[in-house]
């Protein structure tokens, strides 16, 4: 009689504990289905830079520039400005504030031109110098002690962009990370 007791509760038990909770293979496929437009994926984002990379390195050819500060600084300065434009667009569009709206859109746009003008010169400045940093730190391909070529590793492709959204998934309870999943850059939070 004790033992059927004790059977029975276990039963119970494990009937009422493994039918309540959902398997991690239903929330991963859960998880998936709902993420699945906005996931990034790092794979396509290589198999667009590297052939933009390679024809640049065939075909491009780069005149000298004297003030490499100034060109990176100016182009910087120009994101600056523009985020402030934005906001002050904002603010009058939703009545909050007086403005010519007008020729702040004007100066908008030509700051975002001046920018994507410099924007190809400015990520090969900074390739460049993170180039010369890792040759003056003796950060070469590993094969480079066989070969001697003083070919960089990593290989370096920099780009200037908005870098993509993380969702880090966790319990209610505890701090802790269950998953993490790299989402589109250009989804609105």
Partial sequence: MKIRLIATASLLSLCLLSGSCA???????????????????????????I????????????????DEVH????????????????SEIEAISAGNEQGDLAS????????????????DTVERIIEKQIKE??????????MDRYIRLG?????LNFKLEEPPHLLV?????RIESIREIILLPSMSL
């Fill in 71 to 86: 060109v990176v600084t100016e182009y910087f300065s120009a994101i600056e400005r523009i985020k402030t434009l934005e």
């Fill in 133 to 142: 940093t890792l040759a003056q730190q003796g950060i070469f391909n590993p």
């Fill in 169 to 173: 998934i966790s319990p209610r309870d």
């Fill in 151 to 155: 070919i960089n590793f990593p290989p």
């Fill in 23 to 49: 398997s991690t293979q239903d929330f991963d496929a859960h998880l998936s289905s709902i993420v699945k437009p906005y996931r990034f994926s790092i794979v396509k984002w290589e198999s667009r830079a």
């Fill in 51 to 66: 052939p933009h990379e390679a024809n640049q390195w065939i075909f491009g050819s780069y005149e000298k520039i004297d």
């Fill in 104 to 119: 702040l859109e004007a100066e908008l746009n030509m700051l975002q031109e001046q920018k994507m003008a410099l924007k």
